[in-house]
């Protein structure tokens, strides 16, 4: 499994990166927005905290497919191994179609529908991210639709994976995971609620104090 953080925050990921087991990181055009610095820097520093190994994601910003193309080539001159994001509308299968025989990674995004996801893994697509919560949102189940697609991805392009994406509670992670996700990408917010706990910090607290009462310190 993949666990991704879903951030263009570089502090955040210096933060987790010890912490968590994180593959990479996935940007979209909002989260780079939300930085205030230009897109090459950004993914540039990202690249570096992540290291050679860590698997770095952006974005198109087009809505069509020869400026998708055009950009996904400028994107991958600058990051080679980069994984380019392509939303899946007719104008994205086709540029995943275009990208895919050029050798260059994608991923479906903005999947809202388990046939959508389909389309653009059998377009050539190596992970296919559908919207769990905004999902929800629309009153769908977010997680029917990760189950549906894992189940079709299975049967019939088994060479793409699933990245979970968009999540507002740690439970709609833990669904996906059970779901057989190959992949998630999680908010900065999301992944530190895993690791904060208040009946763990008491459960410590507790332990502190009685060992303090026996011995006067934490010492061993």
Not at 74 to 88: A, M
Not at 137 to 150: C, M
Not at 185 to 202: H, M, Q, S, Y
Request: with cysteine.
């Amino acid at each position: 499994m993949e666990f991704y953080l879903d951030t263009a925050d570089v502090n955040a990921v210096k933060r987790l990166l010890p912490i968590l087991p994180i593959k990479g990181v996935t940007t979209n055009p909002s989260i780079i927005a939300k930085e205030k610095k230009p897109l090459f820097e950004v993914l540039a520093q990202l690249q570096d905290i992540i290291g050679p190994d860590g698997q770095l994601f952006a974005q198109v910003i087009a809505n069509n497919t020869k400026d998708m193309v055009n950009e996904a080539i400028k994107l991958t001159k600058h990051f080679p191994s980069l994984v380019v994001k392509v939303p899946v509308t007719s104008e994205g299968l086709t540029t995943i179609k275009i990208l895919t025989e050029q050798g260059i990674p994608t991923l479906g995004t903005a999947v809202y529908g388990a046939v959508q996801g389909l389309l653009s893994a059998l377009a050539g697509a190596k992970y296919v991210a559908p919207y769990v919560n905004r999902i929800d949102a629309q009153s769908g189940s977010g997680i029917d639709v990760v189950n549906e697609l894992q189940t079709l991805l299975t049967l019939h392009a088994p060479s793409s994976i699933v990245l979970a994406a968009s999540f507002r509670t740690p439970r709609q992670v833990l669904d996906c995971l059970l779901a057989g996700c190959g992949s998630v990408t999680v908010p900065v917010d999301i992944a530190e609620l895993f690791i904060a706990d208040p009946a763990v910090d008491a459960a410590i607290n507790k332990f502190e104090c009685d060992w303090r009462q026996a011995f006067g310190s934490l010492m061993m």
